[in-house]
T-cell receptor, first 113, second 116 residues
């Protein structure tokens, strides 16, 4: 069974600093997709970044980047130059097709001014 | 309106009531999803519709009944719910280009449901 583990229930970062959120997953598939979603207090889940497992290059979206280690089944999210608006719950998700989408339990990120 | 919208945003109902949750997507997508989000638990996929046909229901209790009249609208009909059904219900949509449901999902703001 596929599972997604986020071992950090809560994290905090000083404004303008860098923080890394960890995620590991378990799968026997070779072709799959990984996502980081952000859920601010308003509750709308927003896609942060997406990574295709067949791509070796780590995905990057502005201040957000991932460290995808396929062999280790690790998919961490790095947020650079943290801003107050980055405060939210962050969910790591794994998808292997045909509506096979699994989420982790989330990491609550606090940004300290 | 843009994106994925859900109404109502908050709902309180008794165990004998019948209510419906509504989701509408304005993204031109052809797949829609219902999720349940409970505190400290991962999101649980409840139902998937691709091209208005139900693909998955993940053994959801029959007191939850989905309806997808067209690719832009999705409903979740609720009846005789239990207090443990209280949760945030999220709707999502995606553009299922390859009919494998692997495209990125975009979420609505959710309906906070409380069952008394």
């Amino acid at each position: 069974a596929q599972t997604v583990t986020q071992s950090q229930p809560e994290m905090s970062v000083q404004e303008a600093e860098t923080v890394t959120l960890s995620c590991t997953y378990d799968t026997s598939e070779s072709d799959y997709y990984l996502f980081w979603y952000k859920q601010p207090p308003s509750r709308q889940m927003i896609l942060v970044i997406r990574q295709e497992a067949y791509k070796q290059q780590n995905a990057t979206e502005n201040r957000f980047s991932v460290n995808f280690q396929k062999a280790a089944k690790s998919f961490s999210l790095k947020i650079s130059d943290s801003q107050l608006g980055d405060a939210a719950m962050y969910f790591c998700a794994y998808m292997a097709g045909a509506n096979n989408l699994f989420f982790g339990t989330g990491t609550r990120l606090t940004v300290i001014p | 309106e843009t994106g994925v919208t859900q109404t109502p945003r908050h709902l309180v109902m008794g165990m004998t009531n019948k209510k419906s949750l509504k989701c509408e997507q304005h993204l031109g997508h052809n797949a829609m999803y219902w999720y349940k989000q409970s505190a400290k638990k991962p999101l649980e996929l409840m139902f998937v519709y691709s091209l208005e046909e139900r693909v998955e229901n993940n053994s959801v209790p029959s007191r939850f009944s989905p309806e997808c009249p067209n690719s832009s609208h999705l409903f979740l009909h609720l009846h005789t719910l239990q207090p443990e059904d209280s949760a945030l219900y999220l709707c999502a949509s995606s553009q299922d280009r390859l009919f494998r449901l692997t495209d990125t999902q975009y979420f609505g703001p959710g309906t906070r449901l409380t069952v008394l």
